[in-house]
């Protein structure tokens, strides 16, 4: 059994990774500022506080075998983590990105392929262009900190139960719904996308056998294309639902916003054509597509089916898409 603390821990990715360790028998310790799910995991221990107003004053006492940091954005918020717990963790686990990558038209990209960068070094704001850069420098202060003794998770869209994003989501429930679905004009576009308890189980097995380095928690393990992901979700729903394929040009005509859509002139495919090798070498283990399907169909059933995560598509404005195409 080993003492894990979790920086975050109950919202999506964090609440995999902390019911893995609970799971897996670990005395686990969650500090985080207890707005988020808070009546969740009575066994373990409850330290509140706040990474982003610097308040940290609840880790001032406490030894761990292990940290694992889920919610850091900006390196100061690790180097604030790292100064707290000075000589009081053995192993620091950092989840990062696979956007730490720079953008590239094909893959695969690996955990040695170039890494973004900063054009301004001292900023904290996260943006779209600043959020992978950002998540690299941030593992620069955990693993200069705990040199050899530091891992670093770097998933793509993590999927399944809880996922507030509904990115993948989106797809699933569309699917289950039945009828004409529009899907955008590039059925061989590369997609991936990890289920949340596998990469849950990773972080764990990782952080306890205290692997080294860098990890890409991609899934699935066979590759995937947006035609065979919506065929699964259809599959696993059982549902009648028709594909109806809507050129690009519709699509970018209507400002049709598809979640996991990449537009062909982007030329970024390589982010979904990331390698998991080296962390399924490692134990990382991935479910078939069809299981992640079917795990986030059952939870998505649990929800209120009349809204959904900004960036999906509307029905008025899928009815428009499909009219446009016919």
């Not at 707005?35 to 995991?41: E, G, I, M, P, R």
């Not at 955008?184 to 990469?199: A, E, F, L, T, W």
């Not at 990890?215 to 995937?224: E, L, R």
């Amino acid at each position: 059994m080993s003492r894990i603390l979790m920086l975050g821990g109950t919202g999506f990715v964090g609440r995999h990774i902390t019911e893995a360790a609970l799971d897996a028998g670990h005395d686990v310790t969650i500090f985080n500022r207890g707005q988020t799910n808070a009546d969740l995991f009575p066994g373990a221990t409850r330290l509140t506080g706040d990474r982003d107003a610097g308040d940290l004053s609840a880790l001032s006492t406490g030894e761990w075998d292990a940290v694992i940091d889920v919610n850091a954005y900006i390196p100061r918020r690790v180097r604030e983590a790292v100064d707290a717990l000075e000589g009081r963790v053995g192993h620091y686990t950092f989840v990062s990105t696979v956007s730490v990558y720079e953008s590239a038209p094909s893959g695969p990209l690996t955990e040695t392929s170039a890494l973004g960068t900063l054009e301004d070094p001292s900023t904290e704001e996260v943006t779209g262009a600043t959020y992978g850069p950002l998540k690299v420098a941030c593992e620069q202060v955990a693993q200069s900190a705990f040199s050899g003794r530091c891992t670093i998770i770097r998933p793509g869209i993590v999927a399944g139960p809880h996922d507030p994003t509904d990115r993948f989501t989106y797809w699933v429930r569309r699917a289950a719904q039945g009828g004409e679905m529009a899907v955008p004009g590039r059925p061989d576009q590369p997609v991936q996308v990890v289920h949340g308890r596998d990469q849950g189980d990773f972080v764990v097995k990782a952080t306890t056998e205290g692997l080294d380095g860098a990890f890409n928690t991609i899934g699935p393990s066979q590759a995937m294309t947006l035609r065979s992901m919506v065929e699964a979700c259809v599959e696993a729903a059982g549902s009648d639902t028709e594909l109806v394929w809507v050129d690009e040009a519709i699509v970018a005509k209507q400002k049709a916003t598809f979640p996991l859509y990449l537009n062909s002139r982007s030329n970024v495919d390589g982010l979904f054509q990331a390698s998991s090798a080296k962390a399924e070498a490692a134990g990382f283990h991935n479910r078939p597509i069809l299981e992640t399907v079917a795990d986030t169909l059952a939870w998505d059933r649990t929800r209120d089916q009349s809204t959904m995560a900004p960036g999906t598509l509307t029905p008025d404005a899928e009815a428009i898409l499909l009219a446009a195409q016919r």
